[in-house]
């Protein structure tokens, strides 16, 4: 049973930084794409970054480039987010997501099959 857990959310001032952690288990972790995803209250879940299976190649929303980094360590089954610069946009909660396409291109959340539980991020102004 794949089961991805995210820790490391929390509640910090404008311009301040968190790092997410997301810890998978039950799957191959070194061949699948992980992305990190966010949502509000009544809005739909919307893509935040990808790293593709090897690490070697990211995509982010528009709205983080330069601000947020994805990365991931395949021997600790571990994918993270380092969130610099927060803004009172960035609050959501933010759920870690699997791809069984290993390049790391795609990012709606149907072609991702297993989701984290999320863990709430609140930047406050």
């Known amino acids: 049973q794949v089961q991805l857990v995210e820790s490391g959310g929390g509640s910090v001032q404008a311009g301040g930084s968190l790092r997410l952690s997301c810890a998978a288990s039950?799957?191959?972790?070194?061949?699948?794409?992980m992305g990190w995803f966010r949502q509000t209250a009544g809005k739909e879940r919307r893509f935040v970054a990808g790293i593709m299976w090897s690490g070697r190649k990211t995509t982010y929303a528009d709205s983080v480039k330069g601000r947020f980094t994805i990365s991931r360590d395949n021997a600790e089954r571990t994918v993270y987010l380092q969130m610099n610069d927060l803004k009172p946009d960035d609050t959501a909660i933010y759920y870690c997501?699997?791809?069984?396409?290993?390049?790391?291109?795609?990012?709606?959340?149907?072609?991702?099959?297993?989701w984290g539980r999320g863990t709430q991020v609140t930047v406050s102004s």
């Open positions: 997501a699997a791809d069984r396409n290993m390049n790391g291109k795609r990012n709606r959340t149907a072609d991702f099959g297993s």
């Open positions: 039950g799957l191959n972790f070194s061949r699948y794409a």
